[in-house]
């Protein structure tokens, strides 16, 4: 019985060669098709008449081979002209708006200049009234997204750690 199934081996190849290149056509990570042209190997290894231990040891050197040193270049080259763009929140940052409903310590809210409407409030790091809050209208610049709200600092302020020393502005008195 054993020699019978042998005869029709090919057709096992050729069935996990398309399985491969299905799945590859899915997840386009370039790994199935490796694969599948190491088992294109096994193929042409069983039709020269070699043993299933050959095909299959065939099949997975040249698998492996392809893996670790096909596969690294191609995905390389094909990221290469990648839109390297800030999308969804990453491009919040650093974007402009104007506070949309006064920010005081319980927050407030401010329209951004792509549009959308965030709650919003002010970083840490901002130094300001207590007993006012920041007027409709001012100018903002969105400093990192919490959850679903925007850290916002004025337009005009620096952080603190940037700001200038008044003792060292190089005039002597």
């Not at 065939?58 to 596969?71: P, S, T």
Request: hydrophobic letters at 50%; charged letters at 15%; aromatic letters at 6%.
């Amino acid at each position: 019985m054993l020699p019978d199934l042998m005869q029709y081996m090919w057709i096992v190849w050729l069935v996990f060669i398309v399985i491969c290149v299905i799945i590859e056509v899915i997840t386009l990570e370039f790994t199935f098709l490796m694969i599948a042209i190491g088992s294109v190997g096994g193929l042409g290894t069983h039709l020269a008449g070699g043993p299933w231990w050959l095909q299959i040891i065939v099949a997975g050197i040249l698998a492996m081979l392809l893996l670790f040193i096909v596969r690294p270049v191609l995905l390389r080259a094909t990221r290469k002209g990648a839109d390297l763009t800030p999308s969804n929140l990453d491009a919040l940052s650093g974007m402009a708006g104007r506070v949309h409903i006064p920010l005081d310590d319980n927050g407030g809210q401010v329209k951004l200049a792509n549009g959308e409407t965030w709650t919003a409030m002010l970083a840490d790091d901002v130094s300001r009234d207590e007993s006012s809050p920041l007027p409709v209208g001012t100018r903002v610049t969105v400093t990192a997204i919490r959850g679903s709200t925007a850290v916002v600092r004025p337009a005009s302020s620096t952080p603190r750690a940037q700001l200038p020393d008044p003792n060292e502005s190089g005039a002597t008195s």
